[in-house]
T-cell receptor, first 113, second 112 residues
Framework: DAGVTQSPTHLIKTRGQQVTLRCSPK?????VSWYQQALGQGPQFIFQ???????QRGNFPDRFSGHQFPNYSSELNVNALLLGDSALYLC????????????FGPGTRLTVT | QQQVKQSPQSLIVQKGGISIINCAYE??????FPWYQQFPGKGPALLIA?????SEKKEGRFTISFNKSAKQFSLHIMDSQPGDSATYFC???????????FGGGTRLMVKP
């Protein structure tokens, strides 16, 4: 049983550019959450998707947006990249009857230069 | 505003010893408290979790102790092994929604 998968593994972008990160949840999971983890810090919640809608959002600007597809996979889009957006972006999925349990993928390391 | 405070930031333990990591929270609306283990270059892995109606939960060498009145909880790793060397994060979930609020992390090193 494959766990949560994310792509790409690493990404280097230039300030001002836009980026799209992708996530496939664990089998049997229908809820996807995105987190940003700066170096040496704990993950910070960006938003959560369920039934293709954003259900909850953390303290992140509108430059951060997302989408969930009918097959429960999800994308995170970040526009107008800033140097401070450099971080590990983590996707977590949750099972249908236990949405409080979150299982993380390996993350996408984004570097903004 | 950091709602979950974790200590210590780093910890060195001898093989076979007990590793203890502490967390304190402020928001009484938190109702689920998981611990995650993260190795370098990997995503956090769910280790063990507890709800506030239970004072202790044990899974193998890992035990969570929970003190609701003090708004504190801790992770104990018994018989610590070099393979346990990783960064550990406590987290908390509010009873409305599923957003996890994480502590700052503890880097554990177990010396052989």
């Amino acid at each position: 049983d494959a766990g949560v998968t994310q792509s790409p593994t690493h990404l280097i972008k230039t300030r001002g550019q836009q980026v799209t990160l992708r996530c496939s949840p664990k089998s049997g999971h229908d809820t996807v959450s995105w987190y940003q983890q700066a170096l040496g810090q704990g993950p910070q919640f960006i938003f959560q998707y369920y039934e293709e809608e954003e259900r909850q959002r953390g303290n992140f600007p509108d430059r951060f947006s997302g989408h969930q597809f009918p097959n429960y996979s999800s994308e995170l889009n970040v526009n107008a990249l800033l140097l401070g957006d450099s971080a590990l972006y983590l996707c977590a999925s949750s099972p249908v009857l236990a949405t409080y349990e979150q299982y993380f993928g390996p993350g996408t390391r984004l570097t903004v230069t | 505003q950091q709602q979950v405070k974790q200590s210590p930031q780093s910890l060195i333990v001898q093989k076979g010893g007990i590793s203890i990591i502490n967390c304190a929270y402020e928001n009484t609306a938190f109702d689920y408290f998981p611990w995650y283990q993260q190795f370098p270059g990997k995503g956090p892995a769910l280790l063990i979790a507890i709800r506030p109606d239970v004072s202790e939960k044990k899974e193998g060498r890992f035990t969570i102790s929970f003190n609701k009145s003090a708004k504190q909880f801790s992770l104990h790793i018994m018989d610590s092994q070099p393979g346990d060397s990783a960064t550990y994060f406590c987290a908390a979930r509010r009873n409305a929604g599923n957003m996890l609020t994480f502590g700052g992390g503890t880097r554990l090193m177990v010396k052989p």
